[in-house]
Each structure stands twice: as structure tokens, then as C-alpha cells.
């Protein structure tokens, strides 16, 4: 049992499986789990502590943490150097209790959560490099996805949902 970090292992924390086998905790405070040791060793996370956010492993093998209660920034954590770097850009807005998930081409969908009200809002994080083909999802609406570059603004609204069910871009 890892008592070290269990102090602080409690709700709204992330556990991210890192490519090397090591664990990424984000919560209150950061720390790494190796399990070929057993050990906790922390990481400091600029801007103190998150609650409420998503962290997601990207193509890199980076981790894209995003959000949190009364936060619409972004963190990227580099696993291989140990360090810490901002997101480019700031999400659409606060946003927490989301979701998010990488699609195929690497960039990643945030949806929903929380912000200054229900966020009906779907946005769209794009790490600087993402594979060149498109993803076109449909379902009740059509999103239509296309990678292979690199967007200005790492966070863009992809779509909104109206209490009907549909989406409008």
C-alpha cells in the first residue's frame, strides 16, 4: 500500500498510466508511482493543485491535464524530462467533471462538466503534432473531424448540444 501519497489519493484525483509502466497522480498535489520499486515520488504542478480535471495520455507519450474547479487551463506533463509545461492556450471556459478522450489522430475531445453553469459544450485539444488522416464520427449529428495539422488555439469549440439532442458547430 502506498502510504505516502495515500493521504492525498481521494476524490477527483487522476491516475494515468505513463508508456513506461509508472503512474501519473493528479489531485490535490502530483506525484509518480513506480511500481517496479513501490514508490511515490512528487512532482511539483505549476499552478498548484486541480480538482475536478481530466488526464489524458497523449501520442507522445505526454499527459494533456485540462480543467479543474475554477480552471480553464491546460498543463502538459513531459514524463521523460520530469517537467511540467502550460497548454498554449486556455480552454473556451472554466470547465470541471468533464470528460475527455484521445481520438485516433492524437488530439483529444473534452466534453460537458461544469463551468459557471452546465456546459452543453464539447471542445477540442490539438497537441502540436497529430496523425495526418480525418475521423468522421456520426451519429444523432455529424461531427466532422479532420487532423494533420497544427491548430493556433489548442482548444477549439467543436460543438454545442441543445437540450434536443442535436449539435450545431
Known amino acids: 500500500r502506498p502510504a505516502a501519497a495515500s493521504c492525498w489519493l481521494v476524490v477527483w484525483t487522476t491516475l494515468t498510466l505513463l508508456s513506461d509502466g509508472r503512474v501519473l497522480a493528479v489531485g490535490p498535489s502530483a506525484a509518480i508511482y513506480d511500481p517496479a520499486t513501490g514508490t511515490w515520488s512528487t512532482s511539483a504542478l505549476p499552478g498548484g493543485g486541480r480538482e475536478g480535471h481530466t488526464a489524458t495520455l497523449l501520442l507522445d507519450g505526454s499527459v494533456l491535464v485540462a480543467g479543474g474547479v475554477g480552471r480553464n487551463t491546460g498543463m502538459i506533463y513531459h514524463p521523460a524530462t520530469q517537467t511540467w509545461a ?4 486556455a480552454m473556451s471556459t ?4 468533464h470528460q475527455a478522450v484521445r481520438l485516433l489522430d492524437g488530439r483529444v475531445l473534452l466534453t460537458g462538466g ?9 471542445e477540442l485539444f ?5 496523425m495526418p488522416f480525418a475521423l468522421d464520427v456520426t451519429g444523432p449529428a455529424t461531427l466532422s473531424l479532420s487532423g494533420g495539422q497544427y491548430a493556433p488555439n489548442p482548444f477549439d469549440i467543436v460543438a454545442t448540444m441543445t437540450n434536443t439532442g442535436a449539435a450545431t458547430a
Open 114 to 122: 461544469q463551468g459557471p453553469y452546465a456546459l452543453p459544450t464539447a
Open 94 to 97: 472554466v470547465r470541471w467533471s
Open 126 to 130: 490539438t497537441p502540436k503534432e497529430v
Open 86 to 89: 502550460a497548454a498554449a492556450n
